[in-house]
Structure formats: C-alpha cells, structure tokens
C-alpha cells in the first residue's frame, strides 16, 4: 500500500478492499471541493479532536453517498444529517489522532522554535490546510495502515447512511403506528450514535428522534425482543402479578425498529 501510494500507482479495488475510495480521497486534494464550510457544525463537532483537518474526508463521504429522492431527504432534517456526520467525524478521530498528535507536536515544535506553544491556533491551522491540500498523501506514506482505516470508515458509513435513510422511508408507516403520531409527522430531527458496537460492515444502534418521541433502529435480528413479549404477554395471562407491557417494536428479520422505553 505504502509504494502505490509513493508512486501514485492505482489502487485497485482487486488487491485492496479500499483501494477505490482511497484513490478518490487522494484525487480530492486541492480541489474546491475539499474546502468544507464549518459553520454549520457546532456543540459536539467542535469538540471532535482534530475536526478541522478530518472535515476534509467528510467532504469525500458526502460525495460518495448515494443519490437519494427528495423525499427521501425531507424526511431527515439538516441538524440530524449533521448528527449523521458527526457519527463519522467521531471514528475518524478516535483512529488518527493518536498519529495526528504526533505529527502536530513536531509542527508547531519546528514553527516555533522549541517546545513552548506561541500562537498555537495559527499553527493548528496550517497543520490542518498542510495535510488537506495533499489530501493527506504525506500523512498515509507516514502511515500507510491508517489510509485502509480511514478509507474503510468511509466506505461503512456511507452504506450505514444509505441503508438507514432507505429503510426509514420504507417503514415510516409502521414507525408511526408504532409510537402513535400520524407519517406526516415523521421527520427525524436528531440521531444519536454511540449506543452499541460496531458489526456487519460498521452498523451500529441509532437513536431517532421526532416529535418528542424516540425511536431504536437496530440493524441486527430483533428476535429476542420479540421473545420477551411473548414472555410478558404469557405472564399477563396468568394473571398473578400487575401486567406488564410489551415493547413495540417493527421486526423486519434482519433488524427492525423498537419503541424507547422509558
């Protein structure tokens, strides 16, 4: 990986899983497209170590999602796709800031002539407009695993963006009836991340918020949830304790929808 990238040698799909979306990332570089307005990102994005030189990737991502209806997009308001975003903000941090701080120490050590910080916000700028303009070229030859890494967050989050919009729409009715609002009112306006571990191709629990009401997107087989209601329903008919309520949920096999339950 390290010599295609020295010598600009294509990256092809056949040897590295990666190798398309890698090449994409590197093509971007320099380019206005690689600019990203960050205004838009507040609260939790700014506290995302190394936002400013990771935004760059995040450009790419919003490039390589498929095109989806209008519709499709009106059902999920800016501040949840920013929720969206911030998801792949956050792993994309959590892998290269361990490298990214080491690279920024010896930046502003050599920008400012020993150890001690002067004008540090202007140096994290230019680190941050250093490693964007080459699209990170010098920082993957630095380390060529954190290029598979990266390239691979992308490509899981760009499915995990898709799959998640598609299946909404697809089930929107049933959701509704689920939590009780009409479709008309089903607009996502948050998503929360962060709830499970990653599996099936970077797949993981979202929370979805509208209306004031929550609801569990579980890309996995919610089987055992349904169990457990046939286990309450089964107890309530004995009649020997107070009844307890089922969860509702919309089981779809390979994942399903679930109620939040206070």
Same mark, same amino acid.
């Given at each position: 990986?390290?010599?295609?990238?020295?010598?600009?040698?294509?990256?092809?799909?056949?040897?590295?899983?990666?190798?398309?979306?890698?090449?994409?990332?590197?093509?971007?570089?320099?380019?206005?497209?690689?600019?990203?307005?960050?205004?838009?990102?507040?609260?939790?994005?700014?506290?995302?170590?190394?936002?400013?030189?990771?935004?760059?990737?995040?450009?790419?991502?919003?490039?390589?999602?498929? !095109?989806?209806?209008?519709?499709?997009?009106?059902?999920? /308001?800016?501040?949840?796709?920013?929720?969206?975003? $911030? @998801?792949? %903000? +956050?792993?994309?941090?959590?892998?290269?800031?361990?490298?990214?701080?080491?690279?920024?120490?010896?930046?502003?050590?050599?920008?400012?002539?020993?150890?001690?910080?002067?004008?540090?916000?202007?140096?994290?700028?230019?680190?941050?407009?250093?490693?964007?303009?080459?699209?990170?070229?010098?920082?993957?030859?630095?380390?060529?695993?954190?290029?598979?890494?990266?390239?691979?967050?992308?490509?899981?989050?760009?499915?995990?963006?898709?799959?998640?919009?598609?299946?909404?729409?697809?089930?929107?009715?049933?959701?509704?009836?689920?939590?009780?609002?009409?479709?008309?009112? !089903?607009?996502?306006?948050?998503?929360?991340?962060?709830? /499970?571990?990653?599996?099936?191709?970077?797949?993981? $629990? @979202?929370? %979805? +918020?509208?209306?004031?009401?929550?609801?569990?997107?579980?890309?996995?087989?919610?089987?055992?949830?349904?169990?457990?209601?046939?286990?309450?329903?089964?107890?309530?008919?004995?009649?020997?304790?107070?009844?307890?309520?089922?969860?509702?949920?919309?089981?779809?096999?390979?994942?399903?929808?679930?109620?939040?339950?206070?």
């Amino acid at each position: 990986l390290k010599s295609h990238l020295a010598y600009a040698e294509p990256l092809t799909k056949a040897r590295f899983p990666c190798g398309n979306t890698l090449t994409k990332i590197l093509t971007l570089a320099g380019s206005q497209a690689g600019r990203v307005e960050t205004a838009q990102y507040a609260g939790n994005w700014s506290l995302i170590p190394f936002a400013h030189c990771l935004e760059y990737f995040l450009q790419f991502a919003r490039q390589g999602v498929c !095109a989806t209806s209008a519709s499709d997009s009106a059902l999920f /308001s800016k501040e949840a796709i920013s929720d969206l975003e $911030v @998801l792949l %903000l +956050t792993r994309l941090s959590r892998i290269c800031t361990p490298a990214l701080l080491v690279r920024f120490a010896l930046w502003r050590h050599v920008r400012s002539g020993g150890w001690v910080p002067t004008d540090g916000k202007l140096h994290y700028a230019s680190f941050c407009a250093q490693n964007r303009s080459d699209g990170f070229k010098t920082f993957f030859l630095e380390y060529p695993v954190l290029a598979h890494l990266v390239a691979t967050a992308i490509d899981e989050w760009i499915s995990l963006r898709d799959v998640l919009l598609r299946r909404f729409v697809d089930d929107r009715v049933a959701i509704c009836d689920m939590v009780g609002i009409s479709a008309g009112d !089903a607009v996502v306006t948050a998503v929360k991340g962060g709830l /499970s571990d990653t599996h099936h191709g970077g797949q993981s $629990v @979202l929370c %979805l +918020t509208f209306r004031a009401r929550e609801v569990y997107y579980k890309p996995k087989d919610i089987g055992a949830d349904r169990v457990y209601n046939d286990v309450v329903r089964w107890v309530n008919s004995l009649r020997c304790c107070l009844p307890m309520r089922p969860i509702n949920l919309v089981d779809r096999g390979v994942y399903g929808w679930m109620e939040s339950v206070p």
